[in-house]
């Protein structure tokens, strides 16, 4: 039998190493919304988390509509409103992203291999997956220079701690603070928006080291 | 005796899928298509003719098509189609088939070299470029499967007890390599993104290019050897898809040349959705499938063994 959480895991990786590798931003939003669908499917697949009550439904719901539609939507309408298409010069290249990628994923599975956490039964791949995507959302943060590749390791980031609180936790208790981290999420998103469409009107151009140029 | 026959079919049925992938492109394109047995007609046309050579080549021009095909049929017999035994096997064959690709490879290219056209010399430096990064993929996978079901040989891949399948016990590594392998299979095989096929400016070709003072019957050679490396690697991906255990081998055959339509198909889709890469994104395309190998090698270091 297919083990569909085995796979859906395997897909987040997948999505992770893309977006390392990807010089399009509607790309880039593409393939964050399907990350973002994946990880909010999650849960489901996990035993003992399940669809309980109707406050779960309500909230798995939810869950992926903000993640998996809404955020995306933003994001796609931000990157349409201020014309710009791909992520020029970053920090660092494209090939040297995608092999930090490598990198993340072997120090990923060393941690959780030394950690000897006392995971229920199958939870240790949603741990490496959880660190890789937390390490890569740093990293895109890190290595980008456009506001929204930034918010987009954000959202990365975020995504890698759902999955952590998914690994770890064996209730539902956690998801109210996940569901504050989200609405933070959402308006950061937003915030990004009129940042992004401010430093476009001062500069032609949305690259957040033009920022140091402002004086009083 | 159902290994004889499904090599027989193998070898009878591989102009015929390319000719799906050309379909499909006409109906994005909302044309009728050419007919199916395209390929067919054209080698039939090849054939007939005669070949022309320049005069300053020399025989090693002669013997790339030669080689090339045979380099292209020499490793469908290791295959083991539809999970019936292969021909050969041994330990390490599946070494021993990349290597014979590599070969082929080499002879295209030495042949092509020796045209002395300036346009060969600069598909062959981009061919042995990409096809050297793709082996990178290739070996990762091997490692993953040697480490998956401890051999090395392709019929024990994919034989009894060894499920190396999407159902299998590790089928979300499984995901991470048929992956992997599509992507070599668009860079091996020369199609869009890599390269474009039907592309007619020299200058943006990459395997074309090195076949275009071959004629006739070395052409012919040629593409029905291009056709038999396709469906080797359309087979192998789909070797990985569903173990192929109905009751009758006959069954289980027929149902193998179906299922190969579907790689031939996504082929033709991608080729009409998406443009193909300038050549200094192709080395990044190839190098995530390495990296899309080599997670799955990491991850079974971890938990999924």
């Not at chain 1, 399907?34 to 697949?45: A, E, F, Y």
């Not at chain 2, 005796?1 to 009878?12: I, T």
């Not at chain 2, 040697?146 to 399948?165: P, Q």
Request: aromatic residues 10%.
């Amino acid at each position: 039998m297919i083990n569909f959480l085995e796979v859906i895991l395997v897909l987040i990786l997948l999505t992770v190493l893309l977006s390392l590798g990807s010089t399009r931003l509607v790309a880039l939003v593409r393939i964050m919304a399907l990350q973002g669908v994946l990880v909010s499917l999650t849960p489901l697949l996990l035993k003992g988390h399940g669809l309980a009550s109707l406050g779960a439904v309500a909230f798995y719901v939810a869950m992926l509509a903000i993640k998996g539609v809404l955020i995306p939507a933003m994001l796609i309408r931000a990157v349409k409103s201020v014309s710009i298409q791909r992520e020029i010069e970053p920090f660092v290249g494209y090939h040297a992203s995608i092999l930090m990628g490598l990198i993340f994923l072997l120090s990923a599975v060393f941690m959780t291999n030394s950690l000897h956490l006392s995971l229920p039964e199958g939870r240790a791949l949603i741990l490496i997956c959880a660190v890789t995507t937390m390490a890569t959302g740093l990293f895109l943060m890190l290595a980008r220079k456009k506001a929204i590749t930034q918010v987009i390791g954000y959202l990365m980031l975020e995504n890698g701690i759902y999955l952590i609180g998914n690994a770890l936790s064996q209730h539902h208790s956690l998801y109210i603070v996940e569901f504050g981290v989200l609405l933070d999420l959402l308006v950061a998103v937003m915030v990004m928006g009129i940042i992004l469409t401010n430093i476009n009107h001062a500069f032609d151009d949305v690259d957040t080291t033009l920022l140091g140029q402002l004086k009083d | 005796m159902a290994s004889f026959l499904s090599l027989l079919l193998a070898l009878a049925a591989a102009p015929l899928y390319p000719g799906i992938i050309l379909k499909v492109k006409a109906f994005f394109a909302g044309k009728k298509g050419p007919p199916l047995l395209i390929k067919y007609y054209t080698l039939w046309k090849l054939l007939q003719k005669g070949s022309v050579y320049s005069t300053s080549t020399t025989f090693v021009f002669k013997l790339g098509p030669v080689v090339s095909f045979a380099a292209a049929v020499l490793p469908l017999l290791f295959f083991p189609f539809a999970g019936n035994a292969s021909l050969f096997s041994f330990h390490g064959d599946v070494v021993l088939m990349l290597y014979v690709m590599g070969m082929g490879r080499f002879f295209t290219v030495v042949a092509a070299l020796d045209t002395a056209s300036p346009f060969e010399g600069m598909g062959c430096a981009r061919e042995v470029f990409f096809s050297t990064l793709a082996e990178l993929t290739l070996f990762a996978i091997l490692i993953l499967f040697y480490r998956l079901s401890g051999s090395l040989s392709m019929s024990s891949f994919f034989s009894e007890g060894n499920t190396l399948t999407l159902a299998g016990a590790s089928g979300a590594l499984i995901v991470l390599v048929i992956v992997a392998l599509f992507m070599v299979l668009l860079t091996e095989n020369s199609r869009v993104p890599v390269d474009d096929p039907a592309t007619h400016l020299e200058l943006t070709m990459i395997h074309e290019v090195m076949i275009l003072d071959h004629s006739g019957p070395d052409l012919a050679l040629i593409e029905l050897g291009a056709f038999y490396k396709l469906f080797f690697y359309a087979a192998f991906i789909i070797q990985l898809l569903c173990p192929f255990s109905l009751p009758l081998s006959l069954l289980n055959i027929i149902f193998f040349f179906i299922l190969l339509a579907l790689v031939y198909t996504a082929v033709g889709v991608i080729e009409s959705i998406m443009a193909r890469f300038k050549m200094n994104l192709v080395p990044k395309f190839i190098l995530t499938s390495f990296v899309l190998g080599f997670f799955a090698v990491i991850l079974t270091m971890g938990v999924l063994q």
